[in-house]
């Protein structure tokens, strides 16, 4: 049975929620600067992991001093933090900016964000066990809200483009990726010495790919605070927002309050830039929703049963 939060939990709350506003309003900031600033979707990667992996790492200094070395000291846990680094950090983030260079910000998160039915897919086949039932019924909700967000109902035409759509699934596939692949590394290192590391060491590696001294878009005050918003609160203090939040009131209830960062994205980028979202966009976004609910919930029961 799960426990209710306590009243001294309001931080944490407001900690999670604060981190998924970050995160949706950074995706607007980043289909602002692809479409009225013509900047390059893997220009902008480049510099956000080069960043906001720096920032990570002096700040893991500050507080876990010469531990936050200690990842390097064994090859088998260099191993994990470069591929965590190249793969993928910058499959993550590629795919997802990407992603909302060909379609937008509200449409290209929803779309990542049924990256946890990936997740229970990989761990089914690895522990050789069946979905239980609420996690079959996430998987209906995923594909139903999916289906409605690129498609508006009909089975005749999509709404936003092949390419667009293929990006958005791969997005999800990396963002699965992405949760399944450090979690050797997290039990053993601080969140914010695997994050920063990775995202230093994929921006580096990516870099030599996308060359990132040859400046990409039209630079102006407006692409500044774009740019300067989508490293320091859409990265940095979302990601720190977050793991403060975890240790107050449990990464259960924490993950289920950052399932608000679609509705962010969503709401500013029809705000701010115009983007047209119907009912049909809507309703297929609260069953993807639903989808994040659903298998939070599920592998709560699952600890709690196996506690």
């Known amino acids: 049975m799960s426990q209710p939060m306590r ?3 309001l931080p944490g709350v407001i900690m999670a929620l604060t981190s998924a506003i970050f995160w949706g309003i950074s995706g607007t900031c980043a289909q602002f600067l692809f479409e009225k600033k013509a900047m390059d979707p893997s220009w902008l990667v480049t510099w956000r992991m080069i960043f906001a992996g720096f920032i990570l790492v002096v700040f893991s ?18 191993l994990r933090i470069v591929l965590f680094g190249i793969v993928g950090m910058v499959a993550v983030q590629y795919t997802y900016f990407y992603s909302i260079s060909l ?12 990256g946890p039915v990936f997740v229970v897919g990989f761990y089914a086949i690895k522990n050789r066990k069946w979905p239980v039932l609420a996690e079959y019924g996430a998987l209906v909700l995923a594909l139903t809200g999916t289906f409605l967000l690129v498609t508006h ?4 035409e999509l709404v936003i483009s092949e390419k667009a759509v293929f990006w958005g699934i791969l997005s999800a596939i990396a963002l699965a ?12 290192f601080s969140p914010s010495v695997v994050v920063g590391w990775g995202m230093l060491i994929g921006g580096v590696g990516f870099s030599m790919i996308t060359q990132p001294w ?11 605070t774009a740019f300067a918003y989508i490293i320091i609160f ?24 950052t399932s608000v960062e679609p509705l962010s994205a969503a709401i500013t980028a029809v705000i701010w830039l ?25 592998r709560k029961e699952k600890a709690e049963a196996n506690s």
């Open 177 to 188: 990726f992405y949760t399944i692949q450090p979690v050797g590394l997290l039990r053993t």
């Open 153 to 156: 109902g009909s089975f005749e």
């Open 274 to 298: 115009g983007v047209s979202f119907l009912a049909m966009d809507w309703f297929g976004t609260l069953l993807i929703l639903l989808t994040v609910v659903l298998l939070t919930w599920s």
């Open 7 to 9: 009243p001294q939990a």
């Open 234 to 257: 859409g990265t940095v203090l979302a990601f720190y927002f977050f793991l403060k939040s975890v240790t107050i009131i449990g990464a259960t209830h924490a993950s289920l309050l």
């Open 103 to 114: 379609s937008n910000a509200a449409t290209a998160t929803i779309l990542q964000y049924i």
């Open 61 to 78: 200094m500050t507080q876990e001093r010469k531990a936050a070395f200690h990842v390097w000291r064994k090859p088998y846990d260099i």
């Open 214 to 224: 040859e400046i990409s878009g039209i630079w102006d005050m407006g692409t500044w």
